[in-house]
Structure formats: structure tokens, C-alpha cells
């Protein structure tokens, strides 16, 4: 007689259920309530990060403005050669344009957006949108070459044709101190004057690289005090290491503000222990010292956290071996100890370096000109000339950037090799 447990050779579960069915029913069930308790945090993840992400790379690259709210102008500038000005049905498009503009009050966007490409251009568009509304009847081309003086030019119908199109990469040649000449529409460099973009990125990166730099130097010894100093004195050592997470951002910021400025705290203990003399103060502020001190003040907890996590774990008894079998203390300090510590040194400058490359708040507050960053400039895109796409642009290549610094560190170093303890 076959066994309870078997039936025609399919091994059954205590609830009568083919063994394999109610393995495969616990799993799900197991994934399930993985899938419930990861959601939040996925959830939170891609509205908070992965949505507004996609949203500004879009907006690189979106040039919907003139081919959405000028339709008629776009398809009669299809076939247009480029070499002269445009025929009469394109003035009579235009002029449709120019009034459905007017009445729905959207053609301000499209003067808004060629004025990133040719100055003047927005004052053209608008003006003429209020004139179109008095035009009755044809020919076109004559009334619409009175309007303003600008439509005489090839320049503007090459910058608008262009522009038709619902994709650009103008905001990206931008972003590099390029643009598109208005005469060949070739990509050249942009006036000596007008390349600050170049400039930023590269200055925020030495920045970046040289505040992650100093953190490694400040916080090397501290987080060395706090992995081997007894219990009561590491603990107190690390309510001065949290200390700054209890204050404000802001605040901080502008305390340093009162202790660099000429008149401030470390000016006048200089002047009175006789380092400098009091009418060649010390310019540490609206500068890239202010920067640099301000932000590496700020940043070094972030340095030491994954530093001590890593040196507690590391066994007093590895530096006794190397001391009993001959090394000098030094020899051993560097040959046994510290090797053991490039984990968190790691885990520590990708932290800081990163942080370091998205901050805004401290450079405005203390970096003055030579102190800003290229995070300023996407602020101030976003908060007053509200050139999102350019925003966006700079905003994707300082992404682009540090994901490939990382791609470079998981190929040298390897990012298995980076813990936090």
C-alpha cells in the first residue's frame, strides 16, 4: 500500500498539496511581503529621485516651444533653403501664428526661448504678436518686415528654423561654452567673455577634490582617537564629532561668515598675537579659502563616520604581532594598520566628494565670485532666468560626471572593497 505521504509518486505536503506546489506558494508569499515592505522605500525613491531626474534630463533636450506654438511657421519653414528670406506663405503662416499667439498669451514662450539662442528676439516676437491682430489681409511679407527690423534679418528665420525642431542639444553646446553659429549654423566656441562653464565645472572638481582630500588628512587622526581611546573618552570625543548635526546648515554657514570676515573672530586673534598687522587683514571670505574652510568644516563628520566604523573592527592584536615579530612602530603603523583602513577611506572621499560636488547653500553664502560652484549656476537658472533646459543640461553632465568618476573608482579600487564597517 503506497505511503500517506505519496500519491501515484508526487510527493504531497502535511496539506495534501503536491510538495512542489506548496514550495512554490510559500515563495510567493515570501516574495510578497519582501515586495510590501521594500515598496515604500522604491516609492519614495522614484518620486523623491528617479521621476524629477528624468523630468530635468528631458528638459535638456525638449524644444517643443516654437514647432508646438508655432505650427503653421514650422511646416512652411520645411522647405526653406536657409540662403534668403522666406517666400510669402511663410509670412502668412507666420501671421497666423503671430495672432493664435496673441489671443491664447503662450507666444511669450516662444520669444523666451529664441532669446536664449539671439538676443532681442523675445521683444521681436511679442511686439509683433500684438501688431499681427490689426493685419486683415495679405500680402503678408511686406506688413510683417515692417513690424520689426529684426525679421529683415537671415539670422532670426535661421535661429527659428532651426528651433522647429522638437528636439534640441543646444542647452548641452551651452553647457560646454559652445553654440550654434546664427550665420552657418556650424557648433563654434562661444566668445572668450562668455566661457564660464568650463571654468565652473573644472573648478568644482579640483574644490571637491581638494576639501575630500583635507577631510582625509583632518579626520584620519580623530577617527584613530575614537577607535582606540577607552569607552568614556571616545564617547565624549564623539559628541563633538555629531555636535554640527544638531545645528543648522544655514546656521553654521553663517557663523563661519562672522569668524572670516575682515572684522571677524580670526582676523582679530590674528592681529592680536601679532600675525598679521591690523590694517592687512586677512581676505578669507567671498573667496575660494571661504570655500574651501566653511564646506570642509561642514563635510568632515561625513569622512569620519566611515572611518571609525571601519578602524573599530580592526583587532588590537594585528599591531602586537607586527611589534613582536620586529617592526618599529611606525613600520607596522603603516604596513599592517593602515592598509586595513583603505575601505573607509574609500567609503569616506566618495561621500565627501560627492556631497562636495552638489553644494550650493556655503558657496553662495561665503564663496563670493572665485568661491561659486556649478551648482550655484543651476540654482540660479532654475530660481531667476528659469532656463530649466539649461538647468537640466549642466545639472545632467555634473550626473554624467560623477557616475563616470565612480565607473573609474569600481574599475581601480572596486567598489566591493569600500565598507562602512
Given amino acids: 500500500m503506497a505511503d500517506d505521504a505519496t500519491m501515484n509518486g508526487v510527493v504531497l505536503a502535511a496539506d495534501g498539496l503536491p510538495l512542489k506546489a506548496s514550495l512554490n506558494k510559500a515563495m510567493r508569499k515570501s516574495r510578497l511581503r519582501a515586495l510590501l515592505l521594500v515598496a515604500p522605500l522604491f516609492i519614495f525613491v522614484l518620486f523623491s529621485f528617479l521621476i524629477p531626474i528624468f523630468d530635468m534630463t528631458m528638459r535638456s533636450v525638449d524644444n517643443w516651444h516654437v514647432s508646438g506654438l508655432m505650427p503653421e511657421t514650422t511646416k512652411a519653414l520645411e522647405n526653406w533653403d536657409g540662403k534668403a528670406l522666406p517666400e510669402e506663405p511663410v509670412f502668412a503662416a507666420l501671421i497666423l501664428d503671430l495672432k493664435a499667439g496673441a489671443i491664447s498669451r503662450e507666444i511669450g514662450k516662444v520669444g523666451t526661448r529664441l532669446n536664449y539662442e539671439k538676443s532681442g528676439l523675445r521683444s521681436m516676437i511679442t511686439s509683433s504678436a500684438r501688431k499681427s491682430k490689426k493685419v486683415k489681409e495679405g500680402p503678408y511679407k511686406p506688413i510683417v518686415l515692417k513690424m520689426h527690423k529684426r525679421w529683415k534679418e537671415l539670422e532670426t528665420w535661421t535661429v527659428i528654423k532651426r528651433n522647429t525642431s522638437k528636439y534640441t542639444i543646444g542647452y548641452y553646446l551651452n553647457a560646454v561654452d559652445m553654440k550654434y553659429d546664427n550665420k552657418t549654423n556650424d557648433i563654434v566656441m562661444q566668445p572668450e567673455e562668455r566661457q564660464i562653464y568650463g571654468t565652473l565645472f573644472l573648478r568644482t572638481f579640483a574644490i571637491s577634490l581638494a576639501i575630500t582630500l583635507i577631510c582625509v588628512v583632518l579626520a584620519y587622526p580623530i577617527s584613530y582617537l575614537l577607535a582606540t581611546l577607552p569607552v568614556r573618552y571616545s564617547n565624549l570625543l564623539m559628541i563633538f564629532v555629531l555636535l554640527p548635526f544638531w545645528t543648522s546648515l544655514l546656521v553654521r554657514t553663517t557663523a563661519w561668515i562672522a569668524m572670516l570676515q575682515s572684522q571677524g573672530v580670526l582676523n582679530d586673534l590674528f592681529v592680536f598675537f ?122 545632467a553632465l555634473l550626473l554624467f560626471s560623477v557616475l563616470a568618476l565612480y565607473l573609474i573608482y569600481n574599475k581601480i579600487v572596486g567598489i566591493d572593497n569600500m565598507r562602512l564597517g
Avoid at 290 to 296: K, Y
Avoid at 329 to 348: D, W
Fill in 274 to 395: 601679532g600675525l598679521v598687522d591690523d590694517a592687512n587683514r586677512l581676505q578669507l571670505i567671498h573667496n575660494l579659502t571661504g570655500t574651501i574652510i566653511a564646506m570642509t568644516h561642514i563635510l568632515l563628520p561625513f569622512m569620519v563616520l566611515p572611518l571609525y566604523s571601519v578602524m573599530k573592527t580592526i583587532p588590537p592584536s594585528y599591531m602586537r604581532a607586527a611589534l613582536s615579530l620586529g617592526a618599529n612602530p611606525v613600520t607596522a603603523y603603516v604596513r599592517v594598520y593602515m592598509p586595513l583602513t583603505l575601505s573607509g577611506i574609500g567609503a569616506g572621499s566618495i561621500l565627501v566628494f560627492i556631497l562636495s560636488i552638489g553644494y550650493y547653500i556655503t558657496p553662495a553664502l561665503v564663496g563670493g565670485t572665485d568661491g561659486t560652484l556649478i551648482s550655484n549656476q543651476i540654482a540660479y537658472h532654475m530660481q531667476s532666468s528659469l532656463n530649466w533646459g539649461l538647468a537640466g543640461a549642466l545639472g
